[in-house]
C-alpha cells in the first residue's frame, strides 16, 4: 500500500456533498418503506436509485475518489494473497480439531483432580 500522509482537510463543499449523500441513502430507504403498499419493483426502485445517486454524489467529492482509491488498492493486495490448497486446509484443520481434543482431555482431567482435592481431601464432603 502506498504511504500517502493522512489528510483531514476538505472543502465545505465536500462537506456538502457528503451530507446530501447521506441525506440521498436515508431519503431511498424512507421511500422504500412509504412505498410499502405499491409493488415491489417500484419499492426497491426507490431504493437502489437512492443508492446510486449518493454513490455518484460521493463519486465526485475528495473523501469519494479517496474511498475509491483505497478499495482498489485492498483489491489489488487481497490478489497477492497465497491461499492454503484442499490439502493444506484439511491439515491444518485436523490439526485444530486434535488440539482442540487434547485441551479438551487436559481441561477435564485439571477439573476431576480439583475436584478430588477440594471436596474429598480438604473438605471431606464425599
Do not use: H
Not at 27 to 43: D, E, I, K, P, S
Not at 68 to 93: D, G, H, N, Y
Amino acid at each position: 500500500m502506498s504511504n500517502n500522509p493522512v489528510q483531514t482537510v476538505s472543502t465545505s463543499s465536500d462537506k456538502i456533498k457528503v451530507a446530501l449523500a447521506v441525506c440521498v441513502v436515508l431519503a431511498g430507504v424512507v421511500g422504500f418503506y412509504v412505498l410499502a403498499g405499491q409493488q415491489t419493483l417500484l419499492r426497491a426502485a426507490a431504493l437502489v436509485g437512492g443508492l446510486v445517486i449518493a454513490a455518484l454524489l460521493l463519486w465526485t467529492a475528495e473523501p469519494g475518489r479517496n474511498f475509491l482509491a483505497f478499495a482498489r488498492e485492498a483489491v489489488r493486495e487481497a490478489k497477492k494473497v497465497v491461499w492454503p490448497t484442499r490439502k493444506e486446509a484439511m491439515q491444518i484443520t485436523g490439526v485444530v480439531f486434535g488440539f482442540v481434543v487434547v485441551m479438551a482431555i487436559f481441561l477435564w482431567g485439571t477439573d476431576k483432580l480439583l475436584e478430588v482435592v477440594l471436596y474429598d481431601l480438604i473438605l471431606g464432603w464425599k
